[in-house]
């Protein structure tokens, strides 16, 4: 039994609608199925109540996949370092720091006539 002939909703179609966001995810029903129930009607599930038996949800993952998005991989230290140096306001900071430490190791020269200080 495929996805078509059972749920009257093809993985592709659900798919693109999954590039929606918001109002135009919405819009986007409501062009294509009329409105949130009918679609419900389609995919045969409840807005309200969900699913609860435990083989038709399996039934479901066979003929529309996991329901699963798989964990992106985490960037390096670095990788965010480089990133975070990307921001101009830290590039002023910075900026600002080696000036500051610049200063802080500068004296200027003694003038005898004012005496030490």
Same mark, same amino acid.
């Given at each position: 039994?495929?996805?078509?002939?059972?749920?009257?909703?093809?993985?592709?179609?659900?798919?693109?609608?999954?590039?929606?966001?918001?109002?135009?995810?919405?819009?986007?029903?409501?062009?294509?199925?009329? &409105?949130?129930?009918?679609?419900?009607?389609?995919?045969?599930?409840?807005?309200?109540? #969900? !699913? $609860?038996?435990? +083989?038709?949800?399996?039934?479901?993952?066979?003929?529309?996949?996991?329901?699963?998005?798989?964990?992106?991989?985490?960037?390096?230290?670095?990788?965010?370092?480089?990133?975070?140096?990307? &921001?101009?306001?830290?590039?002023?900071?910075?900026?600002?720091?080696?000036?500051?430490? #610049? !200063? $802080?190791?500068? +004296?200027?020269?003694?003038?005898?006539?004012?005496?030490?200080?």
């Amino acid at each position: 039994m495929s996805g078509k002939a059972a749920y009257e909703c093809t993985v592709e179609e659900l798919r693109l609608l999954m590039d929606y966001r918001g109002t135009e995810a919405r819009d986007k029903i409501v062009q294509d199925y009329g &409105d949130m129930k009918e679609l419900c009607r389609r995919l045969k599930t409840s807005p309200t109540h #969900g !699913l $609860s038996d435990p +083989s038709d949800i399996e039934r479901r993952r066979q003929i529309f996949g996991a329901n699963y998005i798989p964990p992106q991989k985490p960037k390096a230290f670095l990788q965010l370092v480089w990133e975070a140096l990307q &921001d101009i306001t830290l590039i002023i900071l910075v900026a600002a720091a080696i000036i500051s430490l #610049g !200063l $802080s190791f500068y +004296s200027p020269p003694h003038d005898s006539e004012f005496g030490n200080f």
